[in-house]
């Protein structure tokens, strides 16, 4: 079985681990633990939705694939100065095939020192935080640099989670596993891509509408 | 504030409730609530990851919109037989915006009889399950009839989410949000909609090779 780690933090995007979970999940050769700080519940960021930590980072040694997703200030914040954290990322990293990371997850990354020198795509309105931890910001969907998959903000996590199913378990099972989803998205609105349209107005809304 | 009920039971599926979550719970004019059987955690239908519920149905009596994710067996079976649940949807539904579906939770709706003389989406291989609840298949990523709106399977929530947002937001508040959670999806293999990649080989991958 492949063992894929997915770190839960107190503050965290629902979507940012859930993303990449239901497409891993759904292979029988693959084992998912959401693993945390400690057993027990988190809450998103919004305080809306609790989720489980069901292993503790000090009973995981090691993971074939590592996820670190993101979320937003206060929770984030501790994340990226919480050094045991860092050093456990950096420990189930120096034995994994992939380390990944959705959304602002890549600073978490870039605070335990993997993303140094690398391209790594991240949430848009986080881009320049990765220049502090020694990466280059990338605007791909999912952005591959050596073993570091890192994906772009929030919904981006289910592109990367496929993309992860092609390489771990082969081209037929992840289409398969795409179908099972029936990911075969529609946006609504079409204003999901931020180069085009993280426009001056539409930003106001993001920054002093939403939560 | 709106109020939203998301109605989580053990072997649901994550992203059917955490796609429409993750646009709704953006906005700081909703207010959603996890409501289930009874308060505390539920596992989704391959036991990797707990959900809490917060709020029992029994002390939940009014929803503006009340979403009704699905799973599979044998939860999902629990949920089609489950006669108190179904007053309830009832209860809720009579009351409500809108009443809605994700993927099987169709079914759900179907048997609490809500969705009897309508059309409705569901994942695609629950298409005929649908005719017994008197509810003709819309092969539609997203199925309104009147005030029910239902998604085809997984993550068709997120385009529910998002197609809710704008009705209950407004369009530009909706199109913030689809930016925040930069929606702009680029999947991987390109095999998500059944009409043209359910094939033989690949369905039977599904059936026999995943969760």
Known sequence: MLQVAIYLFDGITALDAVGPFESLSR???VEVSFVGRQVGPVRTGNRALGLIVDRSINDVDRADVLIVPGGGAPGLN???TDTDLHTWIRKIDAASRLTCSVCTGAL?????GQLEGRRASTHWR????LARFGATYSAGRV???GKYMTSAGVSAGIDLGLTMCGELLGT???EAIELSMQYDPSPPFGT????HHATGERIGMVENRLR
């Open 192 to 195: 999901g891509n931020p180069e």
């Open 172 to 174: 037929e099972l992840a």
């Open 108 to 112: 978490i990354l870039g605070a335990a």
């Open 27 to 29: 292979s029988r050769e």
């Open 126 to 129: 986080a881009k320049h935080a």
């Open 78 to 80: 501790e994340a990226l």
């Open 143 to 145: 952005t591959r640099d």
